[in-house]
């Protein structure tokens, strides 16, 4: 275990973070602290708090890109659209009638149900985890070396978190901790006081992490840049298992009966969860997309397949071409949902893998779609940010 050299902070309110860190426009610009004073929000409640069910990355603490119970739209007709003022690289989070999503260096609330923003949060760098949102506070990382909690009602933060490099994996939350990992040349996973914004404990992993830790089994487990995927014990930071892989893992792992999580040799691994002993491999295309578990484990792959494998013995159940790369993870519902490199979001048949419908973005999604109450939320390389459904 190690502890690296990043600590806890104090909460700090923004107007305090900018007296005497950043003179003049110029350095603003320049990449101070950069927490800015939200806009005015347009309303100050949303108008279907019933609107949720998907509080963080891939739907819950195990990454399974699964939802019972909730069906997309039958059709993709676009039912508004938000300018999110930079590349949208986050997967939005939907809670109680909000969408929260990362657009640049700005962490936006917006309504579900017309897209009206309700406030926004500037941060220091550019967004590209997940929000995760729990018991009134948006956890999100950015590539500013920051951690942020903020508050859900008014956009206010309630604390920063310095870490010893870029976050771009989604944070994950479970009983008060916040799990975050870092992709500095000496990767870290930390363990961060949801309250107060302290550090409990760090690893230390031996280069870069950009894998959303998942919760299960008592572990936290990851991929890492240096070609190992690992289960690390939940309370004290300590190691569980360690298995090596023949090139990077940029893909977060999904939990289940075992944790399956894709290489960028091309490999779909299912290990023991509390072992990490191999129980299957599948070869595909480089995957940099995290799994999805439903009635069979779907992933998506550099080569432009979609796939559905039996997740007890890793065989092919069926295989889509969706004729680009495959950028995201498949979310899955009552169909399967996927961001596809061209542009676009896809939806397929879960059993049989026939194409229901594509939805044209213009440009690359490279975040997955996220199904809430009928309808999909997903941006894109050009700073949009869709909701798509019937109309009303």
Do not use: K
């Amino acid at each position: 275990m190690n502890a690296g050299r990043p600590t806890g902070r104090r909460p700090t309110g923004r107007r305090e973070v900018l007296v005497g860190v950043c003179s003049g426009l110029s350095a603003a610009l320049a990449g101070c602290l950069g927490d800015g004073e939200s806009d005015e929000p347009v309303r100050e409640t949303p108008l279907d708090p019933s609107i949720g069910g998907a509080p963080m990355f891939q739907y819950d603490l195990a990454n399974t890109g699964s939802v019972a119970d909730v069906t997309g739209p039958a059709e993709p007709t676009e039912r508004w659209t938000f300018d999110a003022g930079g590349s949208v690289r986050s997967s939005p989070a939907v809670v109680d009638g909000t969408v929260y999503v990362g657009g640049g260096n700005t962490l936006y609330a917006v309504d579900a149900v017309d897209g009206e923003r309700l406030w926004s949060f500037e941060t220091r760098g550019r967004i590209h985890s997940s929000p995760a949102v729990v018991d009134g506070t948006v956890y999100v990382g950015t590539r500013g070396d920051r951690l942020y909690a903020i508050d859900t009602a008014d956009g206010t933060d309630r604390w920063a978190f310095e870490t010893n490099g870029s976050i771009d994996a989604s944070p994950t939350v479970a009983d008060g901790v916040v799990y975050a990992a870092s992709r500095a040349t000496e990767g870290q996973v930390y363990a961060v006081d949801a309250a107060d914004g302290t550090e409990r404990w760090a690893f230390g992993t031996d280069y870069r992490v950009i894998s959303s830790p998942a919760i299960s089994h008592g572990a936290v487990y990851v991929g890492g840049w240096d070609s190992a995927v690992y289960a690390i014990n939940l309370t004290d930071g300590t190691e569980r298992w360690r298995v090596g892989t023949e090139r990077p893992v940029l893909s977060a792992p999904a939990v289940g009966d075992a944790v399956y999580i894709g290489g960028n040799d091309g490999r779909t691994y299912a290990l023991d969860p509390d072992s990490g002993v191999e129980r299957w491999r599948f070869e595909t295309g480089s995957i940099t997309t995290t799994p999805a578990i439903g009635d069979a484990v779907y992933v998506g792959g550099d080569d432009g397949g979609l796939y559905a494998l039996d997740p007890e013995t890793g065989a092919e159940r069926w295989r889509v071409d969706t004729e680009s790369a495959v950028m995201t993870a498949p979310t899955v519902a009552e169909a399967v949902y996927v961001g596809i490199g061209d542009g676009g979001v896809a939806s397929f048949e879960a059993g049989s893998g026939d194409d229901r419908w594509r939805f044209e973005t213009g440009d690359a999604v490279r975040a997955a779609p996220t199904v809430v109450a009928g309808a999909v939320y997903v941006g894109d390389e050009g700073g949009r940010l869709y909701a798509i459904g019937a109309s009303d």
